[in-house]
C-alpha cells in the first residue's frame, strides 16, 4: 500500500459541501479558512478538524451514495489509512501539523444529499463501526497541503 497521505483539503464559508484547496493552514481551532455554520454542534477545540477516508467514500460510492471528497463535511480527506485504527486517542501527523482523534462525528441531516437514500446513518459510529468521521483537536498548528503525509501512532504507543 502506498504511504498514506492528505488526498483534498476541504472548507467552506459555513455548511457543506466543503470545498477542495490545494493548502490550508490550520490552527488551534482548525483551518484557518473554515467556518461552521452550526457552532454548537461543530467546530471548537475539540472538534477543530474533520477527518475522512477516501477509501471509505469510495467504498460508499460503489454502494451508490453520491458522496464525494468534502461532500459531508470533512476537512481532511486521508487516503491510505487504516481508518479502522482511526480511533479516539490515536495522533495523526498531517504534514506538519499534529491532531489527535477526540470523538466520531455524528451525521446530521445536512448531508443527507451524499447518500441515496437520503440517511446520513450509514456513517453512524452507533450504526456502522468503523465508517465515521473523526473529530480532532490540533495538538500542533502549521501548514497542510495536498500530497502531504500522513502518519498514525495509535493511543498506546
Known amino acids: 500500500m502506498a504511504q498514506a497521505h492528505i488526498f483534498q483539503i476541504n472548507a467552506s464559508d459555513g455548511g457543506v459541501p466543503k470545498r477542495p484547496l490545494r493548502r490550508a493552514d490550520i490552527n488551534q481551532d482548525g483551518l484557518t479558512v473554515d467556518r461552521q455554520a452550526h457552532a454548537k454542534v461543530h467546530g471548537?477545540?475539540?472538534?477543530?478538524?474533520?477527518?475522512?477516508?477516501?477509501?471509505?467514500?469510495?467504498?460508499?460510492?460503489?454502494?451508490?451514495?453520491?458522496?464525494?471528497?468534502?461532500?459531508?463535511?470533512?476537512?481532511?480527506?486521508?487516503?491510505?489509512?487504516?481508518?479502522?485504527?482511526?480511533?479516539?486517542?490515536?495522533?495523526?501527523?498531517?504534514?506538519?501539523?499534529?491532531?489527535?482523534?477526540?470523538?466520531?462525528?455524528?451525521?446530521?441531516?445536512?448531508?443527507?444529499?451524499?447518500?441515496?437514500?437520503?440517511?446520513s446513518s450509514r456513517i453512524s459510529q452507533k450504526k456502522h463501526p468503523g465508517w465515521a468521521r473523526a473529530y480532532s483537536r490540533v495538538l500542533q498548528a502549521g501548514a497542510i497541503k495536498i500530497g502531504d503525509a500522513v502518519t498514525l501512532e495509535q493511543p498506546d504507543e
Not at 486517542?89 to 501539523?97: F, T, Y
Open 44 to 119: 471548537g477545540l475539540n472538534r477543530a478538524v474533520s477527518l475522512f477516508s477516501l477509501e471509505r467514500i469510495q467504498a460508499l460510492q460503489t454502494e451508490g451514495h453520491p458522496i464525494y471528497p468534502g461532500s459531508v463535511g470533512e476537512n481532511v480527506t486521508i487516503a491510505g489509512l487504516d481508518w479502522d485504527a482511526v480511533v479516539p486517542g490515536a495522533r495523526l501527523q498531517l504534514g506538519e501539523v499534529i491532531v489527535e482523534v477526540t470523538s466520531y462525528a455524528a451525521p446530521c441531516n445536512l448531508i443527507t444529499a451524499s447518500f441515496a437514500d437520503a440517511n
